[in-house]
Antibody, heavy 120, light 104 residues
Framework: EVQLVESGGGLVQPGGSLRLSCGASGFLFGGYWMSWVRQAPGRGPEWVAHIRDDGSTSTHVESVRGRFIISRDNAKNSLYLQMNNLRAEDTAVYYC?????????????WGQGTLVTVSS | EIVLTQSPGTLSLSPGERATLSCRASQSVTSHSLAWYHQKPGQPPRLLIYGASNRATGIPDRFSGGGSGTDFTLTISRLEPEDFAVYYCQQSSTFGPGTKVEIK
């Protein structure tokens, strides 16, 4: 059974940092592109970033470029999102998700999400 | 940047009825990058259709997708109680604003 479990969310002050993790199981993690998607309260999903199966390439949405970095460790079946210089508008539930077709951001499995709240 | 528009904003229907949801892109997109999801409160989105017309694993055949260019459609042939949710279309990294399908 495919499982994705996010962790690392919490309350952080504006300008602070957090590192989110996503543990994967039930599939060959190193064979899939992976994404982070966030959803602010009462809003629709917003794609944040994705990374190639071997970790060699990544893309971030413009609103987080230069502040967030997606990475992965295939030996540990883990995906990460380093978030720096956080802003109030980054408050959201953050999901990790698997891409069914690498690079196309069609997301067939999602975790349950971890809540990030940016507030003073 | 491509903008997706979904209509209607809310669709009020009864179980057993047919639902037709529309997704329009601001410019022509490739069908293989068009997907549909639904989301229930407190849950992550669930992939229904990818590549405009391919059902994801475990999705019943009452769900079907079609369209090309700038206009795409998700059809639910007969609504089941578990189908009442918010539906999002997605083109690559862009999600639409959603259509809420509610019980009439």
């Amino acid at each position: 059974e495919v499982q994705l479990v996010e962790s690392g969310g919490g309350l952080v002050q504006p300008g602070g940092s957090l590192r989110l993790s996503c543990g994967a199981s039930g599939f060959l993690f190193g064979g899939y592109w992976m994404s982070w998607v966030r959803q602010a309260p009462g809003r629709g999903p917003e794609w944040v970033a994705h990374i190639r199966d071997d970790g060699s390439t990544s893309t971030h949405v413009e609103s987080v470029r230069g502040r967030f970095i997606i990475s992965r460790d295939n030996a540990k079946n883990s995906l990460y999102l380093q978030m720096n210089n956080l802003r109030a508008e980054d408050t959201a539930v953050y999901y990790c998700a698997r891409e069914i077709v690498g690079g196309l951001v069609d997301l067939d499995y999602w975790g349950q999400g971890t809540l990030v709240t940016v507030s003073s | 940047e491509i903008v997706l528009t979904q209509s209607p904003g809310t669709l009020s229907l009864s179980p057993g009825e047919r639902a037709t949801l529309s997704c329009r892109a601001s410019q022509s997109v490739t069908s293989h990058s068009l997907a549909w999801y639904h989301q229930k409160p407190g849950q992550p989105p669930r992939l229904l259709i990818y590549g405009a017309s391919n059902r994801a694993t475990g999705i019943p055949d009452r769900f079907s997708g079609g369209g090309s260019g700038t206009d795409f459609t998700l059809t639910i042939s007969r609504l089941e109680p578990e189908d009442f949710a918010v539906y999002y279309c997605q083109q690559s990294s862009t999600f639409g604003p959603g259509t809420k399908v509610e019980i009439k």
